[in-house]
């Protein structure tokens, strides 16, 4: 899809009906096996693993990712520097915004939802959904919709977020991303 250079479609993503009817079917099948394996253990130890919502007002900043590619034979860009932030305004949702250098070496940029519901202990585990842009062979660099599974760790003022990226056809490089992050307040 082309982009007007002026225009402010640069900056927001191009979302049909069926896009995003189809973003949210994939963000439900990808956390319901996590929520029934949670729902199964809460029954069978007595403690819950569904995390109840509550409000928060936290600030988190990351200096992009480093990445572990799937397809070592590539050589993809595994460091992935950038800046983004992450605002965690209740205990089981977030929103992140931010930029870095992608594995095939552009800017990328995106915004998300992330919803964790489940914990193991201090780990939250759930998903992102949002949009990104930057990967010239999807979408010929503009954006698109993204769901991806999400682990944090979050202590004081330190935390990491995992990140699974699947692989899509040569368009995309799957990999193991970490995500170092401070929190400011």
């Not at 915004?97 to 940029?109: E, K």
């Amino acid at each position: 899809m082309d982009y007007d250079q002026n225009s402010l479609a640069n900056f927001l993503p191009v979302m049909t009906r069926r896009a995003v009817s189809i973003t949210l079917i994939c963000a439900g099948m990808a956390l319901s096996p996590a929520v029934l394996a949670a729902e199964a253990e809460a029954e069978a130890t007595g403690r819950s693993l569904i995390v109840e919502s509550k409000p928060l007002s936290e600030f988190w900043l990351n200096p992009g990712f480093y990445s572990y590619h799937f397809e070592r034979r590539k050589q993809l860009n595994d460091s992935n520097f950038g800046l983004g932030g992450e605002y965690r305004f209740s205990t089981v949702n977030s929103l992140a915004v931010g930029v870095f250098r992608n594995s095939d070496r552009h800017s990328s940029r995106y915004v998300d939802w992330v919803w964790q519901p489940i914990a193991f202990g201090p780990v939250r585990v759930g998903a992102a959904l949002g949009v990104i842009d930057g990967y010239p062979r999807v979408n010929k660099g503009g954006w698109f919709p993204a769901v991806v599974p999400v682990a944090s760790f979050e202590h004081k003022r330190i935390g990491a977020n995992l990140i699974v990226i699947p692989t899509y056809k040569d368009k995309l490089y799957g990999s193991l991303s970490l995500q170092v992050k401070v929190r400011l307040f």
